[in-house]
């Protein structure tokens, strides 16, 4: 029973051995073609291969038009031929080749490939950088060989411009004149202020105080026309004040200029009998002191003003009938305070 | 050596037309505006040529602005040269900053309509209806506060005159005199606090240029959809009420609100 039990198991690890024995002798074999020929025994090209397969490939460039410009675009095609699987093959991206550094390449789609086409025909723009630029550079086509035995040969390549050059003539860009066009805007944008007041004061704008005078201007104005308009028309009353304001001066100036006349009392009794006269109301009788003092009293004159009044003219009396040390000089202080006295009282 | 001379001339030559603006006298940067000025205009006849040297005018009468000079007739040449620079958002902008200043000044005025007719809205439709501004005609507008001081202060003075000639002559057709001029006065005053409360609600937001053809959106994101269709044209005035990842909700003149690129606009005015 223990030997039936045993016995699948030694069966299967001996299998698992021979498994395993044939695994490292296969690794022994590949690991040998690899350090043999340095590379794998199925090689497929990194580069420059575009899955074509066929048994004789070619390749080759046609260019129109042969001269170009700098800059400008050369219609540039690679054909195919021979090749067994056209609808397979990839389209060799020529921008990521170094070789095409010196162009300007544009993709340009292809029309639909058929199956059983002898030709396949890449179309590109090809815009040449400078004039240095003399041919199409060469492009190594990879391609696969069916019947080859599986190795290196398997992938024989071709290129373009096997038998001839692809000559380019790349002519200076021409100069483009450019367009000049006028500014066009209305005339009144082309003036512009100039001279310092462009940079000058900003426009006034009145504050508080101004506000404050223009307010305050009318009145005042109005009240300064008013004060003229009554100078130029005084009412009665001030007719009146203006009359005797002016008797007095009058008065007041003779006194003061009385020590020039030749008999200066009498110019000074002369002066403060005129001011009474335009004053008072005084009787035309009344010459003496003492009628003259009567009179203002009778027209409610303080007494005392009245009598001072009357010893003015007593005093003129005086000096001028019997002269005795009193100059002009006090006595015409005294005629003067009189007049001053007899206008407070208005 | 050829080329060293002419990298010394370039050199020169940037630092002469650029210099100025850094650190010189106002006169400095005004005689180099001017001169870039007329170079644009004696070279009107290639725009290619002629559009950097009003762009350098620009560059230096926006030095002078934002030195503290708010002239009238600085605005005015600095809204131009923008605009014949080719930038006409700017130009726009240029003429809010001055009437923000002196918003009774009729030239400015005459400058913001016609530059406003350049910004191309749609000939008609919700666009034109919602997006143009609508012109405003205010007390403020039409009178400066110099010359509404002495309106206010002449008429105020024929009231007081009139007050007089009747104490003058006890006719009462004076007192009729002096309410009219009264009345005048009240209703100037009127009209100017009208205006003064308008304005504080208008401008209460701020005022935005739209700098380049910008889709109005109902959010602020490219996936949301327009708001308004065809795009804001460059030049286009709204004003902004809030800003949220790099976008502004703006309303237009119409009252549409939507959203813009923050950095479709520009600032200006109050």
């Known amino acids: 029973m223990s030997d039936e039990l045993t016995q699948p198991k030694k069966r299967s690890s001996r299998l698992r051995r021979v498994t395993v024995l044939a695994c490292l002798v296969l690794i022994t074999q590949y690991a040998s073609l690899i350090t043999a020929q340095g590379q794998p025994a199925f090689f497929e090209p990194t580069e420059h291969y575009y899955k074509a397969k066929g048994r004789g490939i070619a390749v080759r460039w046609e260019v129109e038009p042969k001269a170009v410009h700098v800059g400008r675009d050369l219609a540039v095609t690679l054909v195919i031929t021979g090749a067994q699987n056209p609808t397979e093959i990839v389209k060799p991206d020529l921008g990521k080749l170094k070789a095409f550094d010196q162009f300007v390449v544009t993709a340009v789609s292809d029309l639909p490939r058929d199956a059983s086409a002898k030709e396949v025909r890449f179309a590109y723009k090809l815009a040449p950088r400078s004039t240095d630029v003399k041919q199409v550079p060469t492009l190594q086509f990879f391609y696969s060989n069916p019947v080859a035995a599986p190795g290196p040969k398997q992938f024989p390549s071709t290129r373009t411009n096997r038998d001839v050059d692809a000559p380019l003539t790349v002519l200076e860009a021409p100069k483009v004149e450019r367009p000049i066009v006028r500014l066009e805007a209305p ?62 001066r009058r008065a007041t100036d003779a006194i003061r200029k009385a020590h020039r006349a030749p008999d200066p009392v009498a110019a000074v009794a002369n002066a403060v009998l005129g001011y009474l006269r335009a004053r008072f109301p005084l009787r035309d009788a009344a010459v003496t002191p003492s009628e003259i003092a009567a009179d203002l009293k009778e027209l409610n004159v303080p007494e005392e003003i009245a009598e001072q009044v009357g010893d003015v003219f007593r005093v003129c009396d005086r000096a001028r009938f019997a002269p005795s040390g009193d100059n002009g000089l006090s006595l015409a202080a005294g005629a003067e305070a009189a007049v001053a006295r007899l206008e407070s009282l208005a | 050596m050829n080329g060293l001379a002419r990298l010394a001339f370039s050199v020169v030559a940037f630092f002469c037309s650029a210099a100025p603006a850094f650190g010189s006298s106002p006169e400095d940067i005004l005689a180099f505006a001017e001169r870039a000025f007329a170079e644009g205009v004696a070279l009107r006849d290639d725009s290619e040529i002629a559009k950097p040297a009003f762009a350098r005018a620009a560059v230096h009468y926006d030095e002078l602005w934002e030195r503290g000079y708010h002239t009238p007739d600085l605005v005015l040449n600095r809204s131009r040269a923008h605009r014949l620079a080719g930038d006409l958002p700017r130009g726009i902008a240029a003429i809010h900053d001055g009437l923000a200043v002196a918003r009774f000044s009729r030239p400015l005025q005459v400058e913001l309509d016609d530059a406003r007719a350049r910004v191309l809205y749609p000939i008609e439709g919700e666009l034109t209806t919602q997006g143009r501004p609508r012109q405003v005609r205010t007390v403020g507008t039409r009178m400066s506060p110099a010359d509404a001081w002495v309106v206010s202060g002449f008429v105020w003075l024929l009231a007081c005159a009139g007050v007089v000639r009747f104490a003058m002559t006890r006719n009462a057709l004076w007192l009729v005199f002096v309410a009219f001029w009264v009345i005048a006065l009240g209703s100037l005053g009127a009209l100017w606090l009208q205006d003064a409360r308008q304005r504080e609600r208008d401008e209460s937001l701020p005022l935005l240029i739209v700098t380049a053809d910008v889709t ?41 609100i939507g959203w813009i690129p923050e950095a479709a606009i520009i600032p200006c005015g109050p």
């Open chain 2, 216 to 256: 109005l959106r109902k959010g602020n994101a490219t996936e949301y959809p327009a708001r308004i269709e065809p795009a804001l044209p460059k030049g286009a005035e709204v004003r902004g009420l809030s800003r949220r990842g790099g976008w502004v909700q703006v309303q237009l003149p119409g009252g549409m």
């Open chain 1, 187 to 248: 005339e009144s944008l082309f003036r512009a202020a100039t001279g310092r007041g462009v940079i000058g004061s900003e426009p006034f704008v009145p504050r508080r105080w101004a506000w404050l005078a223009a307010v305050l201007f009318g009145p005042l104005m109005a009240f300064g026309w008013f004060l003229a308009w009554r100078r130029v028309f005084p009412d009665a009353v001030q007719l009146a004040r203006m009359r005797r304001s002016r008797a007095a």
